[in-house]
């Protein structure tokens, strides 16, 4: 076999992939799309399902650009191009050029449709075309024995002597062979998927003979002819041009001059920065350092990017947008902070350079931006329309995953649903963190995992990738080709980003990150200038100490295990210990090193730095070389330092070095080189004989050994450790401002809500539930009251604009409920619904409680003296005196609030959570607020004197009581008397159970709220 040609419908997903990989195993890729058709895609004349199917081919590079092309024009959603399917248009497929070779495709083309309608007119259209190309036509022979395929092969037989238009043999192949088919037919079964009679259709992949074999048994055509029909394809395949893919970097190009653009921007970032005002041999440092980075940038062709990074930087700084202090290893870039690219001064904070770019290794630029999330799409947006360039985004394609593959295919078989369920939970990750299974399933279920093990990778979706954009100086639509998603705003390529990667396409990662976020809020919400490296104070051990405190919306340290951590490392005593080691210690500098010790590469030191231990490695030089990090090679850039300073490689060639310690050829290369390096530099700066100094090195290199595979990299820990001192800085001299930002930003995370809530009472700070006259949309906060008040805007169905129009009004003096109820009737655009809710949860509590309230609302918009916005001004005025009466009248005797439940799920519904408690009752008191009886009875227990919820279980017996009166309902109010403990036990895979280390709680006695005057007494509610 010499040839493949993939032609999926509609699509050219992974094109490049494909041909590397049949290329690499010596073969010729086709470059084909069999496409959709349609007679028209006028919307004003309605849309068609007509979707016939076509096969394109492309003959040359250039075909290939014009598939593409015509690929993405079918995936336009907006012009009618997409209709259930990608589709181009009849007139569209007449206009494609020689380079495109075409066959007449399978039984759903439109010349078997006209055919087999006796369609003359569609006939002699396609007829005409077909014989005006006839020198890149071909009508497609298949195999199958269906009578449809039978007699459009001896049509097609006819017509082809008839126009001396070739005949070649189609094989349709869908899978590889039996096995892969069946496993096809499972998946489409478990999703519900058919595609007609396919399953009359052998659709596997045939050798010559078995593909002769098959046109034999049909009978429908001349031996003679099916044999040439099938030489004719490999004809076919010979007309198709080799093409080499454009590899060379693709960067955007805004200027004209970029070197001198690039040059005056520097000068301007030197004034900005305050670089020119150094002392001189401060300054001096300085423009070394930028003229060693310009030349780098120079040479690497990356000064283009480093503009259009700098243009993306300005727009957003003119629009108040303002990006993280920096991500990943550009922040060793000086040039970088003097564009404001990043806020990191790489030779005050001793950043690495050549970790972002190697002169000696040419490769892209790429540099991560992290964005305020609620900004992150209008970043997106202005990229997307910045001329020059072509935007899209990029593909994903979703597969099924182990644990889906094994539901998916045991439901297919109709197996018992609950071992199905048993089965996928027993999936665990392995030492490589992949999806895996005890071999006993596979044993015990060999016809299940038969067709586990072929579902499992194959695509089923496609989506975007969540950050990476396409930024290009050539077009998409035609050189890579293009399509959408149900999510998608902008195209989408239909390559994936190791594609666009290995033909040097320039990608940006734009990224939402709060805490970014936070920053920037709590300082203008604050008031103070926006918090950055440059004007941060980080030797405060005041902020210190409360991070030792609280990890609350520090970056990175916000986990449970992460401030457990914190709490030793910050400790007085291990600090002690440190500054007698390292007078000159930094609290930043190890907060980013203990950033590295709770990841999973940090285990060999993460306790021994906790313990503020200094690892020792038997030579003065190396550990003063690694004092700042207490003896501990954390960071990539250590590696690349220590060749630099001990082995006199260049710092250019040490990037090179590291890199090739991580594979098994570069350590054999580089190995030597270094030995041979490290003894000469001891031998003449050290007086060291080669016998010390390699006792010295070898124990060494096994630490960089070690090290290697971190990915750990000083350049990008150094700014997300000031972005983390950041936020606790903010945390400890501006709560309110920050506590707020935090609220709002996280409103819809209930957990995260409740511990923010949580801190706030230890730093004195209320958190008041929405109220008249103090809630604005958001979250906001009043100095004086060292309050924060809830906004309107979380609470479903209210929105900002009715939380701003009841703030306007709530100036005004109201002498009774009904006069509000009035007033925002009048002059607010709240709804009845919207009024309920208010009511409902406390907001007007100064007007009394909510029961008395409804009651006075229901007179008001339903009782007989009801107020209509409608009604003539003689009759408002009759009906509000009316009202008022009511009013009194209602005040005149005790009504009572809504009952504890109702208040709980009431908030539940709309806030997502519940934040209301009652002191007074007893502590049993419960809201059940989620029920699940498919198993032992679970219940979720809203707590009313503590608001915290817990799940609790039930056994049958308990839970099915005969009692009537106690059965519980999802938003009961039960009192729990009794309890225990149990250890809980899970599935062993032998049909019996395994206890586990997590303890369950069941409910063994009860009693249940049935009235006001039953069970409770009503001041428990007060």
């Avoid at 030779?347 to 690495?352: A, D, G, R, S, T």
């Amino acid at each position: 076999m010499s040839t493949i040609c993939f032609s999926e419908h509609g699509n050219v997903f992974n094109w490049v992939k494909k041909k590397q990989y049949i290329e690499e195993k010596g073969m010729k890729y086709i470059h084909a799309n069999e496409v959709y058709l349609t007679e028209h895609n006028d919307k004003e004349r309605g849309l068609v399902r007509d979707n016939y199917h076509y096969m394109l081919l492309a003959r040359n590079w250039d075909g290939v650009k014009e598939l593409n092309r015509l690929t993405s024009i079918s995936n336009n959603k907006e012009d009618g191009h997409y209709y259930y399917n990608p589709r181009i248009t009849f007139d569209e497929l007449f206009n494609t050029s020689e380079n495109i070779i075409m066959t007449s495709a399978c039984l759903a083309s439109p010349l078997w449709r006209a055919i087999k309608n006796n369609n003359t007119q569609m006939f002699n259209l396609l007829m005409d075309f077909f014989v005006k190309n006839k020198h890149r036509m071909f009508f497609e022979l298949q195999y199958h024995k269906h009578p449809e395929q039978v007699e459009f092969n001896r049509k097609l037989y006819d017509l082809s002597k008839e126009t001396g238009i070739p005949l070649i043999a189609g094989t349709d192949t869908h899978a590889l062979n039996q096995a892969h088919a069946q496993a096809r037919t499972i998946l489409m079964k478990a999703k519900g998927a058919t595609y007609g009679d396919e399953d009359a259709f052998d659709l596997t992949f045939k050798t010559y003979p078995e593909l002769a074999r098959m046109f034999e048994e049909q009978n429908a055509i001349p031996r003679s002819a099916y044999l040439e029909a099938i030489h004719n394809t490999n004809v076919m395949a010979g007309m198709i041009e080799p093409f080499i893919l454009d590899d060379s970097p693709k960067y955007p190009k805004l200027y004209d001059d970029p070197e001198k653009v690039f040059k005056e921007k520097i000068n301007i970032g030197v004034v900005e920065r305050g670089v020119n005002k150094f002392p001189p041999e401060k300054k001096q440092k300085y423009f070394e350092r930028i003229r060693e980075e310009f030349n780098t940038y120079k040479k690497v062709g990356a000064i283009d990017y480093m503009l259009l990074q700098k243009d993306v930087v300005d727009w957003a700084h003119k629009n108040e947008i303002y990006q993280g202090y920096g991500r990943g290893s550009v922040n060793g870039s000086l040039i970088a902070y003097l564009l404001k690219i990043t806020e990191m001064d790489s030779i005050k904070h001793k950043l690495n350079f050549f970790r972002f770019l190697n002169p000696e290794r040419i490769s892209l630029a790429d540099i991560d931006q992290d964005w305020p999330p609620s900004k992150r799409q209008d970043v997106i947006d202005y990229v997307a329309t910045i001329p020059g360039i072509h935007f899209s985004e990029i593909i994903t394609f979703n597969t099924v995953a182990l644990k889906g593959a094994i539901r998916e295919v045991g439901r297919a078989l109709n197996m018992d649903l609950s071992v199905v369920d048993e089965i996928a939970k027993a999936v665990f990750k392995n030492d490589d963190r992949k999806d895996d299974i005890d071999s006993r399933y596979r044993e015990k279920y060999p016809e299940l995992f038969k067709f586990v093990d072929l579902v499992q990778g194959v695509i089923v979706s496609i989506g975007s990738h969540p950050s990476g954009y396409v930024v290009s100086p050539i077009e998409l639509d035609d050189n890579i080709g293009l399509c959408y998603t149900k999510e998608s705003k902008y195209p989408v390529s239909q390559i994936n980003m190791k594609e666009l990667d290995g033909l040097n396409y320039v990608k940006l990662d734009i990224l939402g990150l709060d805490n970014n976020e936070i920053i920037n809020e709590t300082c203008k919400l604050a008031g103070i200038e926006r918090l950055v490296p440059d004007n941060m104070d980080v030797n405060d051990e005041n902020v210190w100490s409360s991070i030792r405190e609280s990890g609350l919306g520090i970056f990175q340290w916000e986990s449970s295990s992460a401030q457990a951590y914190l709490k030793d490392l910050l400790s007085p005593e291990t600090i002690h210990k440190i500054k007698q080691q390292h007078p000159d210690f930094s609290y930043i500098e190890l907060f980013s090193i203990g950033n590295g010790a709770i990841r999973p590469s940090g285990d060999s030191y993460r306790q021994d730095l906790a313990n503020g231990i200094f690892k020792d490695h038997g030579h003065e030089a190396l550990n003063n070389f690694l004092k700042n990090t207490m003896g501990y090679l954390v960071y990539q850039e250590q590696i690349m330092n220590f060749l630099v300073e001990f082995c006199d490689f260049s710092m250019a060639e040490s990037d090179s070095v590291r890199r090739g310690l991580s594979k098994k050829e570069g350590t054999e290369k580089f190995l030597p080189e270094i030995r041979k390096r490290f003894v000469n530099k001891m031998n003449r700066d050290y007086n060291e004989t080669e016998e010390v100094a390699l006792a010295v090195l070898e124990p060494f290199l096994q630490v960089i050994d070690s090290a290697k595979h971190y990915g750990f990299s000083d350049n990008h820990s150094n700014p997300y450790s000031h972005i983390g001192y950041g936020n606790a800085y903010l945390r400890y001299y501006y709560p309110l401002a920050f506590l707020t930002v935090m609220l709002n930003i996280n409103k819809d995370d209930i957990d995260k809500t409740g511990a923010i809530i949580n801190y706030a009472k230890t730093r004195g700070i209320e958190i008041s539930p929405i109220q008249f006259g103090k809630s604005q949309a958001t979250y906001s906060y009043n100095q004086e009251d060292n309050i924060i008040y809830k906004g309107l805007e979380s609470i479903k169905y209210l929105n900002a604009k009715i939380a701003d129009e009841l703030l306007d009004i709530s100036k005004n003096t109201y002498e009774t409920f009904v006069d509000l109820l009035v007033d925002i009737t009048q002059n607010t655009s709240v709804n009845t619904r919207q009024l309920d809710i208010l009511i409902r949860l406390n907001f007007f509590f100064k007007f009394g409680n909510n029961g008395l309230l409804l009651k006075i609302y229901e007179e008001f918009s339903n009782g007989k003296q009801q107020y209509k916005k409608t009604y003539v001004e003689k009759t408002k005025l009759k009906r509000i005196e009316e009202l008022k009466s009511i009013e009194r009248d209602i005040r005149s005797n005790p009504v009572e609030p809504l009952l504890p439940n109702e208040e709980v799920m009431l908030r539940k519904e709309l806030m997502g959570y519940a934040d209301i408690t009652y002191p007074n009752i007893e502590s049993g008191w419960c809201v059940v607020t989620e029920l699940d009886t498919k198993y032992s009875p679970k219940l979720k227990l809203y707590n009313l004197r503590t608001g915290k919820e817990q799940m609790f279980k039930m056994d049958k017996k308990t839970f099915n009581t005969k009692d009537k009166s106690l059965k519980i309902e999802k938003g009961d109010m039960i009192e729990i008397t009794e309890f225990m403990k149990k250890q809980r036990q899970v599935p062993d895979g032998n049909s019996g159970f395994k206890p586990t280390d997590q303890i369950d709680f069941w409910i063994t006695r009860y009693t249940k709220y049935k009235t006001k005057e039953d069970t409770v007494n009503e001041q428990k509610y007060q």
